[in-house]
């Protein structure tokens, strides 16, 4: 896969093929630790350990566009441990754990216009951090609920989304 660490300034990661990183936990398609004003576009991850994308202490991160296919023991994106201010939009991710799992987030959060289908947990999980804006985005094919908050801080907005078939929330 794609490892990026500790850099300011903008960096693209785009138009990128990654097929397959190995089943073991922790094994991510493309992951940006500490970095600030990264952009993730239009990159096609598939077949991961762990998550297609991964996020971990960036600030200003746009994730767009990107085709996300099984994950093996997570999620299509995951944002951790002091993230801030992320944008994610028009991805399309199928057939993980998670969607999108987002945890210990600051800041602003758009989530728009995505779609998210075959996940066996939630579509999209938030918890502990601020919570964010949540539309425009398509489920379908969800084991649990389509967007989960635990411990988020109030003013989250979710408005104009798809539920469809076993995408109860």
Known sequence: GIDIDNVNGTVKIAGNSI????????????????????????????????NNINVVGSN?????????????????????QGSSNSTITGNTIT??????WIGGHSGSLDISANTVRGMAQ????LNNGTGGTLSGNSFDGIGRDGVSLENIA????????????GADK
Not at 62 to 69: E, F, P, S
Not at 122 to 125: F, N, P, R, V
């Open 122 to 125: 939630d579509g999209i999980y």
């Open 95 to 100: 057939n993980s754990q998670f969607g999108m």
């Open 60 to 80: 200003g991160t746009q994730i767009t566009g990107n085709t996300l296919d099984h994950s093996v023991s997570a999620s299509g994106i995951g944002i951790w």
């Open 19 to 50: 097929d397959g990183t190995g089943a073991a936990s922790e094994n991510n398609g493309i992951e940006l630790l500490n970095a600030t004003g990264a952009v993730i576009d239009h990159n096609k991850v598939k077949n991961t350990g762990w």
């Open 154 to 165: 109030a003013g989250s907005h979710i408005g104009g989304n798809f539920f469809g078939y």
